[in-house]
């Protein structure tokens, strides 16, 4: 059985699930109040064919740099974003990448920032900058990701791409794998702890149970 059948049982991955508004509350570990979510019953986001795709082509699979797949983001936004927004969509497409295929998209870690996820090696780039576009990014490839890697960008984008940074960072800050992550820590005391890729796909998978 491979890493994506392996999830079949709890999580239906041929379909990315609409996630609710059910109620709004204060995170312990934020001073943003938040927004907690469970999961309905549509089935809109990812075409159930185009994920049960060549099975044994994502086996081959190797996971691409975060550059190469902000590269692909940026360039299915067609806009500028600003860089707080930039790495919260590239922490739930690794999220959900760790869900629908058992693997990360990119190879680089993400660490618990207070102010939600952030690629530490992203943030060396393009440091000092507030918003970013597709032509600001000088460095990675898009033509890197394969069909099914770029499947889960655009799926992601499908369901967050329209929320604001803060609406973002309001959402990460509700979820475990942030929180737990900034355990011990003040809200906005500075922290570096790697969000694990084991803590994203326990934690997404469960959101279907």
Same mark, same amino acid.
């Given at each position: 059985?491979?890493?994506?059948?392996?999830?079949?049982?709890?999580?239906?991955?041929?379909?990315?699930?609409?996630?609710? %508004?059910?109620?709004?509350?204060?995170?312990?570990?934020?001073? @943003? $109040?938040?927004?907690?979510? &469970?999961? *309905? /019953?549509?089935?809109?986001?990812?075409?159930?064919?185009?994920?049960?795709?060549?099975?044994?082509?994502?086996?081959?699979?190797?996971?691409?740099?975060?550059?190469?797949?902000?590269?692909?983001?940026?360039?299915?936004?067609?806009?500028?974003?600003?860089?707080?927004?930039?790495?919260?969509?590239?922490?739930?497409?690794?999220?959900?990448?760790?869900?629908?295929?058992?693997?990360?998209?990119?190879?680089?870690?993400?660490?618990?920032?207070?102010?939600?996820?952030?690629?530490? %090696?992203?943030?060396?780039?393009?440091?000092?900058?507030?918003? @970013? $576009?597709?032509?600001?990014? &000088?460095? *990675? /490839?898009?033509?890197?990701?394969?069909?099914?890697?770029?499947?889960?960008?655009?799926?992601?984008?499908?369901?967050?791409?329209?929320?604001?940074?803060?609406?973002?960072?309001?959402?990460?800050?509700?979820?475990?794998?942030?929180?737990?992550?900034?355990?011990?820590?003040?809200?906005?005391?500075?922290?570096?702890?790697?969000?694990?890729?084991?803590?994203?796909?326990?934690?997404?998978?469960?959101?279907?149970?």
């Amino acid at each position: 059985m491979n890493a994506k059948d392996s999830w079949s049982g709890s999580y239906d991955r041929n379909g990315f699930k609409d996630i609710k %508004t059910i109620n709004t509350i204060d995170s312990p570990n934020s001073n @943003i $109040s938040t927004s907690q979510w &469970t999961v *309905g /019953d549509s089935n809109q986001y990812r075409d159930s064919n185009e994920l049960s795709m060549k099975a044994s082509d994502n086996q081959e699979e190797n996971p691409v740099s975060v550059f190469d797949a902000a590269a692909y983001l940026l360039k299915c936004l067609s806009h500028s974003v600003s860089t707080m927004k930039l790495h919260k969509l590239l922490y739930y497409c690794q999220a959900w990448s760790m869900v629908w295929d058992g693997k990360p998209l990119f190879k680089d870690k993400i660490e618990a920032w207070a102010n939600g996820p952030v690629v530490r %090696t992203l943030f060396n780039f393009h440091r000092g900058m507030y918003e @970013i $576009s597709y032509f600001k990014l &000088t460095i *990675g /490839d898009e033509r890197n990701l394969s069909a099914n890697q770029k499947e889960t960008v655009d799926s992601v984008l499908k369901f967050y791409g329209d929320m604001s940074a803060t609406a973002l960072i309001n959402q990460t800050h509700f979820e475990q794998p942030w929180r737990n992550a900034r355990r011990g820590l003040l809200p906005d005391e500075v922290g570096d702890s790697e969000i694990s890729l084991e803590s994203m796909q326990n934690y997404y998978s469960s959101l279907s149970k």
